[in-house]
């Protein structure tokens, strides 16, 4: 346990507080199911692009890569670089045509009605299917939320693990309970601000700690000359790094892989669905793009920084972040940074909730066995789902396994899965809902199969999306496209951007 003074604990508390304050502010304005799920596509473009990177980046940011990095050094921030190439092709390519088409198909509210109203599905085989895989998925990916909540809270609370998880999990429910997506977004927004502060100040102070730039590259280069260098002594390991073996090609690869992964996260594409036009995703294009750049810069530097400054290797190193804090900064700034990190962890895990909730009650329990329900029993159903999600994603957490780890099997499964099917349904004509549903399984079942019976060197989501895609094709081609003809919505979509 890292010492932590009252201030911290006090500070921690406050902004748990507040944001189950905001979760009661917007609990009056979420009348219904979309309100709860989308928000009535009422946001701007800053909380939308602040929304969208925050509930991305998760506890990972300034847990999972910096303890890569002070593991294995630069070689393991490939994964950052294509988090960033990532970030921009999807604000580029995916997000105003997503937000025009999916309003086209019957104003669809979840990915799942999304894809059957596009490919005409009458059989629900499509809603279902992505439902399943969303609620699979994101069970194993709000976990990983919970591990790095369990984390925090046991450093500064003293917590042991079973304990700490709990409370992670209690707190983002209530808030997420209460004001579904309005209190997801407005908090995201605020969470993010404070992930960007965080991540430009402790790297900063770190280097200072360390003596400056110069010492701290001396010291690194002290530890082993590798450790500052992108093709140095490092490997990719089941959605980890660890060092042992030279940086080649795969695991270049599998951590550029990553960015791939954007095209297909629900709780990412959602912000694009619930934005207020179109025409505000340039600006938000700009300030998620460099949002990420910072944040990510910012948390290789920490780990980096880490390997200078402390002697003794961290018993844990996913703590690396949170030691430098305590370890060289003042009780309040300790703790408003510290206050930062939690903010990570609830900004994805909320996000992943609330889209988990909508799967389960707008593509499960209204689809099969509720067509008419009024849309007060609704919310109150995604509220119920809300916490289901959470009772098991808790119990995964307590299993055990590294915040990036988890976070790696999740984004691959909806990277593989729903990729593909979401480029192709934007740019191409010819798919056709069998194709789509042969994707999305081929997709998902490469990654639990690849993940379970190979050694990992490759990360999991390259065969996946190569797979899928191929799946996509060939069963298009012999299968009936839908009636309707996309190409002019999705030229709706270009239509506000011609000066953006």
């Known amino acids: 346990m890292v010492e932590v003074s009252g201030t911290v604990v006090t500070t921690m508390l406050l902004y748990l507080a507040g944001m189950i304050g905001v979760g009661v502010w917007t609990y009056r304005r979420t009348q219904g199911l979309g309100d709860f799920v989308l928000g009535g596509r009422s946001l701007g473009s800053v909380p939308s692009a602040l929304s969208a990177q925050a509930s991305d980046m998760s506890g990972w940011l300034l847990l999972g890569l910096p303890g890569a990095i002070y593991v294995s050094g630069l070689g393991a921030s490939w994964i950052g670089i294509g988090l960033l190439a990532g970030t921009y092709l999807n604000w580029k390519f995916v997000a105003s045509r997503l937000r025009t088409a999916t309003e086209a198909a019957g104003d669809s509210v979840t990915l799942s009605a999304y894809f059957e109203n596009r490919f005409e599905d009458r059989t629900r085989l499509l809603r279902v299917t992505s439902a399943l895989v969303t609620v699979v998925f994101f069970a194993i990916y709000v976990s990983s939320g919970l591990v790095a909540g369990g984390l925090l809270f046991g450093q500064v609370f003293g917590f042991d693990p079973t304990t700490a998880v709990i409370?992670?999990?209690?707190?983002?429910?209530?808030?997420?309970?209460?004001?579904?997506?309005?209190?997801?977004?407005y908090t995201d927004a605020v969470q993010g601000l404070l992930m960007l502060g965080a991540l430009i100040v402790v790297p900063l102070v770190a280097?200072?700690?360390?003596?400056?730039?110069?010492?701290?590259t001396s010291s690194v280069r002290?530890?082993?000359?590798?450790?500052?260098?992108?093709?140095?002594?490092?490997?990719?390991?089941?959605?980890?790094?660890?060092?042992?073996?030279?940086?080649?090609?795969?695991?270049?690869v599998s951590?550029?892989?990553?960015?791939?992964?954007?095209?297909?996260?629900?709780?990412?594409?959602?912000?694009?669905?619930?934005?207020?036009?179109?025409?505000?995703?340039?600006?938000?294009?700009?300030?998620?793009?460099?949002?990420?750049a910072i944040c990510l810069g910012g948390a290789i530097l920490v780990g980096?920084?880490?390997?200078?400054?402390?002697?003794?290797?961290?018993?844990?190193?996913?703590?690396?972040f949170l030691a430098l804090i305590t370890d060289t900064l003042t009780?309040?700034?300790?703790?408003?940074?510290?206050?930062?990190?939690?903010?990570?962890?609830?900004?994805?895990?909320?996000?992943?909730?609330?889209?988990?909730?909508?799967?389960l009650t707008e593509d499960l329990y209204r689809a099969l066995f509720a067509k008419d329900a009024p849309e007060r029993t609704l919310l109150w159903v995604g509220r119920?789902?809300?916490?289901?999600?959470?009772?098991?994603?808790?119990?995964?957490?307590?299993?055990?396994?590294?915040?990036?780890?988890?976070?790696?099997?999740?984004?691959?499964g909806f990277g593989a899965a729903f990729g593909p099917v979401i480029i192709l349904s934007l740019y191409w004509r010819g798919i056709t809902a069998l194709g789509a549903l042969a994707g999305m399984v081929t997709g998902a079942a490469t990654v639990v199969l690849w993940r379970n019976l190979t050694d990992g060197a490759l990360y999991e989501i390259v065969p996946g999306i190569i797979l899928a895609t191929v799946a996509i094709i060939v069963v298009s081609r012999f299968t009936p496209t839908p009636v309707r003809d996309w190409a002019e919505v999705h030229a709706e979509a270009e239509r506000p951007l011609v000066t953006g």
């Open 167 to 185: 409370v992670s999990a209690v707190v983002i429910v209530v808030y997420t309970l209460l004001g579904g997506y309005l209190a997801v977004s």
């Open 207 to 216: 280097v200072a700690a360390d003596g400056g730039f110069g010492t701290m």
């Open 222 to 252: 002290g530890e082993s000359p590798d450790l500052l260098r992108l093709f140095g002594e490092a490997g990719f390991d089941g959605g980890g790094w660890a060092t042992g073996g030279a940086l080649g090609l795969v695991a270049i």
């Open 255 to 292: 951590g550029l892989a990553w960015g791939l992964g954007y095209f297909g996260q629900p709780h990412i594409l959602a912000r694009f669905m619930g934005i207020r036009s179109a025409s505000m995703v340039p600006v938000a294009r700009r300030i998620g793009t460099s949002w990420v």
């Open 304 to 320: 980096i920084a880490g390997i200078a400054y402390f002697d003794q290797p961290l018993a844990d190193p996913e703590t690396v």
């Open 331 to 359: 009780p309040w700034i300790a703790a408003i940074l510290l206050t930062a990190v939690l903010a990570a962890v609830m900004s994805t895990a909320d996000s992943q909730l609330l889209v988990s909730s909508a799967a």
């Open 384 to 412: 119920a789902t809300t916490v289901g999600v959470a009772v098991v994603a808790t119990a995964l957490a307590l299993r055990g396994g590294t915040v990036l780890d988890l976070v790696g099997y999740a984004w691959a």
